[in-house]
């Protein structure tokens, strides 16, 4: 059954990465996983892509994944997400590197469900994973991946506030704006790493990692970011 989702009636992802979209149409030259987007870790965490089947889950402007498409060789990368205005963003950048690169406008469980076994390596940026059930999502995502195929995500280590991640599976109500500017919320999840592992080994992960980095700059945008790796258990 499809799901019904905030975003297949209000997008309240339509301002985000807006400015930027209209100054900065380049390919990334790196590719970070930190909240900062300035420094740390890079795709080395999802291992060799070439002539593999790659799938980013909330791609935004699909800048992560235009970046994999152009220089690490893969099959192919699906940069999946639910937002009309994002997707138009990404097509608009780079729609012009299909067939490597693939926007598809889905809600990523959906999209999940409908790929069995299908990728090599799943991952997402402060994407798709912060802003969905993860009862439902990770399950979906482990069943989308092959045998052995990789999860790579990054997200919160603690509230844009500085408050605590959660200690049990509990999603906050943040604010959010629509596309004409009213005031409403989303969900996120920021969940605490022992949280994390519990969901993803009941989601049929294994060889869970969860590396935190610390924030690198001072400023209100800043934060921790944990970076979760795990692996499909072989069936
Ligand atoms: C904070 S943005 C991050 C975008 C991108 N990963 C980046 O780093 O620029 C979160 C994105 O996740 C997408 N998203 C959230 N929940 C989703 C879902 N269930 N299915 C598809 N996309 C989703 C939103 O539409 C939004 O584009």
Redesign the pocket.
């Known amino acids: 059954m499809k799901r019904v989702?905030t975003?297949t009636t209000t997008d309240l992802?339509h301002h985000?990465?807006r400015t930027r979209a209209t100054i900065d149409r380049t390919v990334p030259a790196a590719f970070y996983w930190a909240w900062s987007q300035a420094s740390g870790p890079g795709p080395d965490v999802l291992g060799d892509l070439t002539g593999l089947c790659v799938g980013d889950l909330?791609?935004?402007?699909a800048?992560?994944a235009a970046h994999l498409a152009t220089r690490h060789q893969p099959a192919r990368v699906d940069a999946?997400?639910?937002?009309p205005a994002?997707n138009t963003m990404a097509t608009d950048l780079f729609g012009h590197l299909a067939p490597r690169l693939r926007i598809v406008p889905?809600?990523?469980?959906d999209h999940l469900r409908s790929m069995p076994g299908t990728y090599d390596v799943l991952y997402?940026?402060?994407?798709?994973i912060d802003?969905?059930e993860p009862r439902e999502l990770l399950p979906a995502a482990a069943a989308a991946l092959r045998p052995g195929g990789r999860l790579v995500f990054s997200t919160l280590a603690h509230y844009l506030s500085g408050a605590p991640a959660q200690p049990d599976v509990v999603h906050a109500d943040i604010p959010a704006k629509t596309p004409t500017g009213e005031t409403t919320t989303m969900r996120r999840w920021v969940l605490q790493e022992h949280v994390w592992t519990k969901l993803l080994d009941e989601a049929g992960f294994t060889d869970i990692d969860v590396d935190v980095l610390s924030a690198t700059t001072d400023g209100p945008r800043t934060a921790g970011t944990q970076l979760v790796t795990a692996v499909r258990q072989a069936t």
């Open positions: 989702t975003t992802w985000f990465g909330g791609a935004g402007a800048r992560h999946v997400d639910a937002s994002q889905s809600d990523v469980v997402s940026v402060f994407g798709a802003f969905t």
